[in-house]
């Protein structure tokens, strides 16, 4: 469905804004979505985000600022998240013991399994967006989001 036809604008849309708006509407499609997927596993967005980077790390302990750094959403406060992860035994939090004011966090077994779990539904749901286009489209698209976005 043609953006128009989901906004009905008044007036005719300047390319630019168009394309924000087309932008912008996708993500938040996608964004529902993945929302309706994680409900059921009580996470949020930015909680799988942490989880997947620290599974990443294949065992080894990250800081906050390392994960701050890899997370989509930048804004997110990565201390609270943390803190909701460890509530639900997902991740442990321990003092760092070459420097004792930096706090390392590691991914838990029951935080993999739920990973484990959440894959294959997370994997159809990246699918299903990437079904009606090709893969040299897919790669075009990466790359044109890419050079809009810088």
């Keep these: 469905m043609r953006i128009e036809e989901i906004i009905k604008p008044t007036y005719p849309m300047a390319i630019e804004k168009k394309t924000l708006l087309n932008v912008m509407y996708t993500q938040n499609v996608i964004s529902e979505k993945f929302n309706e997927i994680l409900k059921p596993f009580d996470l ?3 909680q799988f985000n942490v989880l997947r980077i620290l ?24 201390t ?6 460890l509530l639900k035994d997902l991740v442990i939090r321990e003092i760092c013991p070459e420097n004792r004011r930096k706090m390392e966090i590691t991914i838990t077994e029951k ?9 294959p539904i997370v994997n159809e ?4 967006f990437a079904k009606n286009l090709s893969i040299s489209e897919l790669e075009l698209l990466n790359e ?3 050079k809009f976005r810088n």
């Design 111 to 119: 935080g993999l399994q739920l990973l484990s779990q959440l894959d």
């Design 44 to 46: 949020s967005p930015e």
């Design 80 to 85: 609270r998240l943390v803190d909701k992860l």
């Design 55 to 78: 599974r990443g790390q294949k065992g080894n302990p990250v800081n906050m600022c390392t994960i701050q750094e890899r997370m989509i959403a930048k804004t997110s406060n990565t």
């Design 125 to 128: 749901h990246e699918e299903t």
């Design 144 to 146: 044109l989001l890419e």
